[in-house]
């Protein structure tokens, strides 16, 4: 009886072991997921959130089984600071989507032997979405310094922060970037991309931080977001067509830029741009279309729209220069007469503006700007006597609702 009571004893005794170990195993074997429905906590994995250990094997574990996943998947970045170096997420991925769901702070690494390129590049990924009051800080104050663009066309280009390359039906909402080493955000090669409510912060005088980069894109959407940087608020690139922005207040920066356009061979048009309700305070430019003087491609900038834009204390509200050298860097090889610049729209623009020109046309003599047209521009000057004058070369303009010194027939 009692060798039975024993045996009954060591049978039960490995049945719950059977069962601890069988469940052990199927934990394993989900991987890092800390939900069953594909959701990645990246602290499962091992990150730290003390803002010193290096999480990026953990980050990009947790990528890699989101974008190996079916259905919908999800990396979850909680509240607290994760130290990185570079990240590259490529897709394509196996499921419907991927979402960065960033309620804590990522921190790119000041260590630059460690970048190839950029801190966090996302490839061939379609319907993405990076959500949450998290933050993206580049903690580039550490090495603006050694930003060296201001010289030298053949500069070394510092990384920037989050790039979005051939990504198709993207969104990016409610997150803050901060102090890129570089650029904040860049969209290139990308079909429909939508950027809401999200907060980009530099200071005036950092080196080269755009705030939103695109080039080679369509269907951009920018809505309802803030920016403040040192460099452009918004530049859009070459190859950039069908692009809405609305909502966006810029300040401080160098204003909403269409350009730099020519600088390299074989750019492609820019077209179908639309800028509306939009607010500038104390930017260096407003509203600018920008080419080089020195020219390499040739090159169409049309159909671009403003309208409903609010000045306050803008330096040069209106600019078109197609003279453009930053740094007086430009060589004397290319042509400005390469980009032409044509069906240009300026409706309701008003407010202040820091400089007695309001409105700076500057276009080439052997391809002057055609078709622009400026409706209800009222721009003052906040220095003395509050009046502005339009300084215009080779622009062929149709004015109405406009002062006349600020409509180029003078």
Not at 57 to 86: H, M, N, R, Y
Not at 101 to 115: E, F, Q, R, T
């Amino acid at each position: 009886m009692a060798f039975r009571d024993v045996a009954i004893r060591v049978f039960f005794l490995l049945l719950v072991v059977s069962a601890a170990y069988a469940k052990d195993k199927e934990e394993k074997k989900e991987g890092a997921a800390s939900e069953a429905d594909g959701t990645y906590d990246i602290t499962k994995l091992g990150a730290k959130p003390d803002g010193k250990t290096d999480c990026t094997k953990e980050v990009e574990e947790a990528w890699a089984s989101a974008c190996g996943g079916t259905g919908k998947q999800t990396i979850f970045i909680p509240k607290g600071d994760f130290l990185t170096g570079p990240l590259n997420f490529t897709g394509p991925c196996k499921g419907d989507s991927v979402t960065i769901k960033l309620d804590g702070n990522l921190l790119g690494s000041n260590d630059l032997a460690k970048y190839k390129s950029n801190w966090i590049e996302i490839m061939r990924v379609k319907n993405l979405v990076i959500t949450g009051k998290g933050t993206l800080d580049g903690q580039g104050k550490a090495v603006w310094t050694k930003n060296s663009c201001a010289k030298s066309y053949d500069c070394k280009i510092l990384p920037n922060s989050l790039v979005l390359d051939f990504c198709d039906d993207a969104l990016i909402e409610g997150i803050t970037i901060l102090n890129s080493k570089f650029f904040h955000l860049n969209i290139y090669e990308c079909k429909g991309v939508t950027v809401k409510d999200v907060t980009v912060t530099a200071p005036g005088d950092s080196p080269n931080t755009d705030g939103i980069h695109m080039g080679d894109s369509s269907k951009v959407t920018i809505v309802d977001t803030k920016i403040g940087v040192g460099d452009d608020c918004i530049s859009i690139g070459p190859g950039s067509k069908e692009v809405n922005i609305s909502g966006v207040t810029c300040s401080p920066g160098h204003g909403i830029s269409v350009g730099s356009l020519g600088r390299y061979k074989d750019e492609k048009d820019v077209t179908d741009i639309t800028v509306k309700n939009c607010v500038l305070k104390g930017s260096t430019n407003g509203v600018r279309i920008k080419s080089y003087e020195d020219a390499k491609s040739p090159l169409v900038a049309s159909k671009l729209t403003y309208e409903n834009i609010q000045m306050d204390d803008v330096g040069y509200p209106i600019i078109i220069d197609q003279k453009y050298c930053p740094n007086k860097i430009c060589t004397s090889k290319g042509d400005s007469a390469r980009v032409t610049v044509k069906d240009v729209t300026f409706k309701n623009i008003t407010g202040t503006s820091s400089t007695p020109e309001a409105v700076s046309l500057l276009c080439s003599d052997k391809k002057p700007c055609e078709g622009v047209t400026m409706n209800d521009v009222k721009l003052e000057y906040t220095g003395k006597n509050n009046k502005t004058m339009a300084v215009c070369t080779n622009a062929k303009v149709t004015a109405k609702g406009v002062d006349k010194a600020n409509t180029c027939d003078a």
